[in-house]
T-cell receptor
Framework: DAMVIQNPRYQVTQFGKPVTLSCSQT?????MYWYQQKSSQAPKLLFH???????NEADTPDNFQSRRPNTSFCFLDIRSPGLGDAAMYLC?????????????FGPGTRLTVL | AQSVTQLGSHVSVSEGALVLLRCNYS??????LFWYVQYPNQGLQLLLK??????LVKGINGFEAEFKKSETSFHLTKPSAHMSDAAEYFC????????????FGTGTRLQVTL
């Protein structure tokens, strides 16, 4: 089945220690998104890639960066995690970036910062 | 900027009862509206979407929603709740020119009791 895969499902890191979250897709979609979802809150878009074009949200902290080396993979790098970065991180894809497109979500990575 | 408001962070219904989850939107241009469901520790899954075709939209698992421009609403309904419907439900909006970027509401947690 075509799908969005996130690894690991659970990640524990120490305060200030860089961490990388991984997302891969078999849908061959052009657009990949990263969302941050804190407990009992709505998902908040951090950035997205349309093919290789990176689009950062205006309020995304500089601490968060992303890489998309190819169509299938996208990474979220948190350079110096703080306690406030503990959250579920969701990766999603959409086919063509049209406003009517369905976004397909991975299961998420839950990040704990000690 | 577009936004959605979900009235009621928690809704509890009995099994077999009507489910009604409320969503109101705000947008200066015609919106596209979505309902997503999130089960515990999982990503989001599309239930249904309004893309300016039919105002009554049918989705998966027996859910439907009606777009009412005069009321700026897109409420989600299901005639008869099932225990498996217990989850978090998010309403979301996108507009033309935003590369299918979604703005989510704060979510409604649905509890289904026997």
């Amino acid at each position: 089945d075509a799908m969005v895969i996130q690894n690991p499902r659970y990640q524990v890191t120490q305060f200030g220690k860089p961490v990388t979250l991984s997302c891969s897709q078999t849908l061959n979609h052009n657009v990949m998104y990263w969302y941050q979802q804190k407990s009992s809150q709505a998902p908040k878009l951090l950035f997205h890639y349309y093919d290789k074009d990176f689009n950062n949200e205006a309020d995304t902290p500089d601490n968060f960066q992303s890489r998309r080396p190819n169509t299938s993979f996208c990474f979220l790098d948190i350079r110096s995690p703080g306690l406030g970065d503990a959250a579920m991180y969701l990766c999603a894809t959409s086919r063509a970036g049209q406003p009517t497109d369905t976004q397909y979500f991975g299961p998420g990575t839950r990040l704990t910062v000690l | 900027a577009q936004s959605v408001t979900q009235l009621g962070s928690h809704v509890s219904v009995s099994e077999g009862a009507l489910v009604l989850l409320r969503c109101n939107y705000s947008s200066s241009v015609p919106p596209y509206l979505f309902w997503y469901v999130q089960y515990p520790n999982q990503g989001l899954q599309l239930l249904l979407k309004y893309t300016s075709a039919a105002t009554l939209v049918k989705g998966i698992n027996g859910f439907e929603a009606e777009f009412k421009k005069s009321e700026t609403s897109f409420h989600l309904t299901k005639p008869s709740a099932h225990m498996s419907d217990a989850a978090e439900y998010f309403c979301a909006v996108s507009i033309t020119g935003t590369a299918s970027k979604l703005t989510f509401g704060t979510g409604t947690r649905l509890q289904v009791t026997l």
